[in-house]
Structures are given as structure tokens and as C-alpha cells.
């Protein structure tokens, strides 16, 4: 199982739009996912800026925009990249 | 000493005696910008309660005007104890005062009547300074005058007699604390904290005193004022992308040239100033709270936080003059008024995200929400404040 990357946007705009607590996601997870996710805050990603990814709060699970992203919009992304 | 290099850090800690409702005691101080001058008074007033407030308050009040005039001692202290009210029961009237007044770079005058003696800190040993008498009918009356020319690092503590003579017909304290048990005290605390606060070794004074009385039950009013002569703490608040990009180095360097504390408030800002510098920005997921996101740690800043919504809570905690522990916004609160002078430098960048009509709360502009700081922090905590943009 190769590792995942996921990216969590603590910036103002993600966190009003219901960023906080993003991280809990793993929860969500097995054991043995849960061993392979790396979770890293981030100061704003930028991609509020730009309306070409959708609406805030962001994550990126291995580079790829996770849009109003919640705990398990984020949980299915990491799922899935584990099955490919 | 030049102006430029001193901060006179002034707090007074007081304690009311058992049984009243105001402090018999009176403490006053004035900063006279345009003289370089600083003038104190601390009054104890005969009696205790209201009846002694208002002697104290009348006493402290003529004091520092007279003073900041430049009229006689002599003559004003006389003027002083015919004004004041004289007491039904006792028939006098009557209230110990000690004046500081100090031009800041050459020289501190202390006239003393009746208080205990001040004490003159210096490098950890107390100084002793001769005091002069000066006139007074008796010796309860006595007026003692003192000069000398005050460096950095001392600090000046008066106290009224209710820390000399705290605990006084106590089994452990018969004749009281007295001004050495209090000066001992003192320099035991310079011994572990060298760079304490006035204001955290006026309340520890204050606390020492208190607890020498039996239960804690203070048989008189205590008063510790404490002048602190020292190197004024700067912070550098960086808040906001600047609106031309070709400043962002310049932005950064504010960072990396500043000598003291320094805050960045603001994601973007951190990223900024962490790509200009080179440095890397880690989160803090502990230090997330009352809604607030967390703040981050970065080798050249002493805090990040986030921007606006940080901001804008430390403006109410600063106007409310009340804050919870351990939030990122108490924390930059904290920052604040550790400071004497904080500059504030804001980019001027407006965030196109945060004036998206779909998000739940109104985002203050962040030019209007620092000129809401800036005016917290003169009037209420009469902090040295700087704003400038870019």
C-alpha cells in the first residue's frame, strides 16, 4: 500500500465554509488505511481564488482538488486512490 | 540615557483591607510626553474605606499636578494638608504620599512623607540613596527627598505601610513584614526572573503581603507600585499580501530586520514571507480553538496565525478587555501587550475569496479592523502604536 497525501485547507475562507475538523476524516478509515494517510494542514492552498475548482473548503488527497470537501467526500477519495 | 532606549514600565498591585469596599490607598501616574517626564504618586490615606480614599485621592490628585507645574514641595505639601478634610473622630487630617518624578534621561526625584521607604533595584542589589530631610513639623511629618540618576534595568518599589507592616501582631510576624522582609522578598524574585514585569512583581509583592496576615485576612490596605526603567519590547505584526507583488521580498525583510517579537497574521501571508525567507510554515493542530484555525510555527516569526477571523476576535477580547486561555487569538493578545511598541505593517491586497456573498459570515476588511486595534491598544492599554501599509 502506497502512501496518501491529504492536504487540508485551514485558511480563513476554507474554515468558515466548514474546513475545521476536516481532518477527522481518518476516522473513517481501517486500521490499515489509517496507517497509510498522511495528514498535512495547510495554510490557504489558493484555490479560492480561482472558481475553476468549485466552492471552499479544500483538500487534496495525493494532489487532486477535493472541493467542498467534508469528512467523507474526503474518506471516499482516500478509499479510492488505495483501490487503484 | 536617551529617550529612544528607555521604556518606563509603571503598574501599582493593591489589596483592599478586610471589610471595606475601596482601597485607602491611592496610586497615580502620569506620562508628561512633551518633557520626557514621568511623575507617580502613591497616597495612603488616615483611617481606611471610603473616608481614606477620598484623602488618598485628593492627596495623589494635588500631587501629581503640583508636581507636573514644577511648584515647591514645600509649599504644596502644606497646601495639600490644609485642603484635606479633617477626620470627625481623630481631628486631624492627614495622608502619607511618595512623589517619583522623573525626566527620563537624567534624573528621578523621590520626596517621600510618611510611606515606607522606596527601594532602588540595580543589577539585582538593592541601592541604597540618601534621603535628605526637607522640612515636615515632626517627625510623623517628616518630608524626605532623594535623587539619582535612574539606569536601565532599575526598577523604583513603593509600598504603603500595609506591606511594611503586614502580618503585624502575628505569632510568625509580630512587628510585621517591614521593608526588609519586603526587599529580601524582592530580590529572592529578581534572583529567578531577572526580566519580571512591574506588573507581575507588584501583584507578587502584593500576594506576599497578603498572605502574612492570619488567614489572609488583611488588617489594612496594601499598595506596591512598581517603576521599571528598560528597554522598550517591540513587536512587528505583518498582516496581509502586499498589493504590488514586487514588495514581497521587501515585506519579508521587515521579518528577518525587525529585533524583537514579530506576528504574522494571515495563511497567505505566512506563505509569502516563508517563500521569500526560505523557511517552512508548520501547522500547530493542537492550537486550534474556540473556532479559530490554528497557528503555525515559522523560524523567523514569533507566532502565525490565521488573518482575519483571528484579528478580528483579539479586537473583541482587546475592546471586552477579557479573553479565554490558549486560543490563537488570546495568544496574539498576549504578544500585544507584552509589548510597549507595536508596528503594524498591512498589505493591502484585498482577498477576492472573502467577498464571496455565499459565505456565512461577514469577513471585516482588514484595514478597518487594525485602525479597531490600533485605537484598543492606545486608549486602553496605552500601547505605542504604528500602522503603515504596502
Not at chain 1, 500500500?1 to 485558511?11: A, F, L, N, R, S
Not at chain 2, 514581497?248 to 497567505?268: I, N, P, Q, W
Not at chain 2, 490554528?294 to 477580547?317: D, F, H, N, W
Not at chain 2, 477576492?352 to 479597531?372: C, F, T
Request: proline share 4%; hydrophobic share 40%.
Amino acid at each position: 500500500m502506497d502512501k496518501i497525501t491529504v492536504e487540508i485547507c485551514m485558511g480563513t475562507t476554507c474554515f468558515v465554509m466548514g474546513g475545521s475538523g476536516l481532518e477527522e476524516f481518518v476516522e473513517l478509515l481501517n486500521d490499515d488505511e489509517k496507517k497509510n494517510v498522511e495528514v498535512k494542514p495547510s495554510t490557504c492552498i489558493g484555490l479560492c481564488k480561482d472558481r475553476e475548482y468549485g466552492k471552499a473548503p479544500y483538500a487534496l488527497v495525493n494532489g487532486e482538488v477535493v472541493a467542498e470537501a467534508t469528512i467523507s467526500s474526503i474518506a471516499t477519495k482516500v478509499k479510492n486512490c488505495f483501490k487503484k | 540615557m536617551k529617550e529612544s532606549d528607555i521604556f518606563v514600565e509603571v503598574e501599582c498591585s493593591q489589596w483592599i483591607k478586610n471589610g471595606q469596599n475601596v482601597c485607602g490607598d491611592a496610586f497615580q501616574s502620569t506620562r508628561l510626553q512633551n518633557e520626557n517626564r514621568l511623575i507617580a504618586t502613591l497616597a495612603d490615606g488616615l483611617g481606611s474605606g471610603v473616608k481614606a480614599n477620598i484623602l488618598a485621592t485628593m492627596t495623589a490628585t494635588m500631587a501629581q499636578r503640583f508636581s507636573a507645574a514644577n511648584r515647591d514641595i514645600m509649599k504644596f505639601s502644606k497646601i495639600m494638608s490644609d485642603s484635606l478634610p479633617i477626620c470627625q473622630v481623630r481631628k486631624i487630617s492627614y495622608s502619607t504620599f511618595t512623589i517619583i518624578d522623573c525626566i527620563l534621561e537624567e534624573s528621578a526625584r523621590i520626596v517621600e512623607q510618611g510611606n515606607p521607604p522606596f527601594l532602588l533595584i540595580r543589577n539585582g542589589v538593592n541601592v541604597p540613596i540618601r534621603r535628605e530631610r526637607i522640612g515636615g513639623e515632626d517627625e510623623a511629618r517628616a518630608i524626605y527627598a532623594a535623587s539619582f540618576s535612574p539606569e536601565c534595568g532599575d526598577r523604583i518599589i513603593i509600598c504603603s505601610d500595609g506591606v511594611s507592616q503586614a502580618g503585624i501582631g502575628s505569632r510568625d510576624y509580630a512587628f510585621g513584614w517591614q521593608t526588609e522582609g519586603c526587599r529580601d522578598f524582592v530580590l529572592n524574585v529578581l534572583k529567578d526572573k531577572p526580566e519580571i514585569s512591574a506588573r507581575e512583581l507588584a501583584l507578587l509583592v502584593r500576594n506576599a503581603a497578603i498572605a502574612k496576615w492570619p488567614d489572609r485576612i488583611a488588617k489594612d490596605d496594601i499598595s506596591c507600585a512598581v517603576i521599571y526603567f528598560r528597554r522598550p519590547r517591540k513587536t512587528l505584526v505583518l498582516s496581509g499580501p502586499p498589493f504590488d507583488q514586487n514588495k514581497d521580498k521587501e515585506y519579508a525583510m521587515f521579518l528577518r530586520s525587525h529585533r524583537g517579537c514579530s506576528v504574522v497574521c494571515g495563511g497567505t501571508t505566512a506563505q509569502i514571507v516563508a517563500r521569500e525567507l526560505g523557511e517552512r510554515i508548520d501547522i500547530d493542530m493542537n492550537s486550534a480553538g474556540n473556532d479559530l484555525p490554528p497557528v503555525s510555527r515559522m523560524k523567523s516569526a514569533s507566532l502565525v496565525t490565521e488573518g482575519i477571523l483571528t484579528i478580528t476576535r483579539a479586537v473583541q477580547y482587546l475592546e471586552k478587555m477579557s479573553w479565554p486561555k490558549d486560543d490563537p487569538a488570546s495568544m496574539l493578545v498576549e504578544y500585544l501587550l507584552n509589548s510597549d511598541e507595536i508596528r503594524f505593517v498591512i498589505g493591502t491586497k484585498v482577498n477576492e475569496a472573502h467577498q464571496d456573498p455565499s459565505l456565512p459570515i461577514d469577513l471585516e476588511m482588514r484595514r478597518n479592523i487594525v485602525k479597531r486595534m490600533k485605537v484598543a491598544l492606545e486608549k486602553k492599554y496605552l500601547k505605542i502604536v504604528d500602522v503603515e501599509y504596502i
